[in-house]
């Protein structure tokens, strides 16, 4: 079905260091799947990617600055990896509130590799089931959550997986995920 998100808006938050094929591969199977996906970062400025972690890919285009976006604007979040992306993003305050506000809205959320890093500074994954990159395990359990090591997890919204070669699984699980919209939400912000 190659309309499954049309109507839906997508956030893709990242910044400099970004693995590049995680944000551009979840962003292109959106859109084949109808959703309009915007690029949000620390500002309006091109990113730079990197592949394999460590070597400089190509600059990206931004069209939002989370300063100016509020979660009310999208639908549903992803947040890809690469190790310097998520230690930027949860650096800036204002970056983590926006994420926080997705879960607080019961909006649908998609982590990969060390995206979920973020998730741990906005205080999301206390009593959930993810996956990640292996060296951020260990701050994910003691933020928590429960580590799993599979292709894909879906844990109320939340989908994870663990690199770029889960990438498949991913944006599949995403895209089943961001069609079904909002889940439930506790009194205290954790979706149900």
């Known amino acids: ?33 109808g959703a309009r996906v915007e690029v949000v970062s620390l500002s309006t400025d091109p990113i730079q990617s990197m592949s394999a972690d460590i070597n400089p890919d190509e600059k990206l285009d931004v069209d939002r600055a ?27 305050a204002t970056a983590v509130a926006f994420v926080k506000a997705f879960f607080t809205a019961g909006k649908p959320v998609g982590a990969i590799c060390h995206g979920p890093w973020t998730l741990v500074e906005a205080d999301v994954v206390k009593g959930r089931t993810l996956t990640s990159f292996p060296s951020i395990r260990t701050d994910l ?8 090591d599979e292709q894909v997890v879906n844990d109320r919204g939340l989908v994870t997986s663990r690199n770029p070669d889960d990438l498949d699984a991913f944006c599949a699980k995403l895209i089943e995920e961001f069609a079904e919209g909002k889940h439930p939400v506790h009194p205290e912000g954790a979706t149900a």
């Open 141 to 148: 359990r003691n933020a928590g959550a429960t580590v799993v």
């Open 1 to 33: 079905m190659a309309n499954e998100l049309q109507g839906r808006t997508v956030a893709i938050l990242a910044a400099d260091g970004v693995e590049k094929v995680e944000l551009v591969q979840p962003r292109e199977e959106l859109r084949k799947a």
């Open 66 to 92: 989370v300063a100016d976006v509020s979660a009310d604007d999208y639908d549903a979040l992803v947040l890809p990896g690469g190790t310097v992306n998520p230690d930027n993003l949860r650096a800036d």
